[in-house]
């Protein structure tokens, strides 16, 4: 079995400020894990991938994650924020190394105060 | 290389009638799957193939829900009798064996019943 969950479904930060946005996961086999963002009326674009190499994950617009096993967390992070960040994001897990469809989190939506 | 496409993008119809939904996936994916998201929710799986051969069916998927993909191609999603709660988006997504790429989403297919 496989579940994501994405701690606080709105989150609001200032332009500029450090974005954080939290997913754990659980999965009986060894993960692999992503995050996705969506913007309105669009499919899901993918930002990161962590496949079991290095823990510390970077992604395109500046996006980082770092996997955690003792934690199962994947947290999502950006030192300064950009107004055309504002999106849905999603956190996704995928058991048995990438052989099993992804699972995703409720999502969380960021918006960037000016 | 045009990604992934979703025909229609909007569907409205009424409670009772049968729509069908198309996808053209990435010419070179094998792996072809379909999802339904719900406002404010994160992506669900229903379903994926395999080149032809559909491999996992999810819960949600009821016998009113059929998927093909024949030759291996592009895939549909028929749902007979629709009810209000299928007003969903349906997401389709390709990928090259399995999640380690990630996925490719195309932009969804809105179906509104009414």
């Known amino acids: 079995a496989q579940s994501v969950t994405q701690l606080g479904s709105h989150v609001s930060v200032s332009e500029g400020a450090l974005v954080l946005l939290r997913c754990n996961y659980s999965s009986s086999v060894p993960p692999y894990l992503f995050w996705y963002v969506q913007y309105p009326n669009q499919g899901l674009q993918l930002l990161l991938k962590?496949?079991?190499?290095?823990?510390l994950v970077k992604g395109i617009n500046g996006f980082e994650a770092e996997f955690k096993k003792s934690e199962t967390s994947f947290h999502l992070t950006k030192p300064s924020a950009h107004m055309s960040d504002a999106a849905e994001y999603f956190c996704a897990v995928s058991g048995d190394t990438g052989r099993r469809a992804l699972t995703f989190g409720s999502g969380t939506r960021l918006q960037v105060q000016p | 290389d045009t990604g992934v496409s979703q025909d229609p993008r909007h569907k409205i119809t009424k409670r009772g009638q049968n729509v069908t939904f198309r996808c053209d996936p990435i010419?070179?994916?094998?792996?072809l799957y379909w999802y339904r998201q719900t406002l404010g929710q994160g992506p669900e799986f229903l379903t994926y193939f395999q080149n032809e051969a559909q491999l996992e069916k999810s819960r949600l998927l009821s016998d009113r829900f059929s998927a093909e993909r024949p030759k291996g191609s592009f895939s549909t999603l028929e749902i007979q009798r629709t009810e209000q709660g299928d007003s969903a988006m349906y997401l389709c997504a390709s990928s090259f064996e399995g999640a380690v790429y990630g996925y490719t989403f195309g932009s969804g297919t809105r179906l509104t019943v009414v």
């Open positions: 010419s070179e994916h094998n792996r």
């Open positions: 962590y496949t079991s190499a290095a823990t």
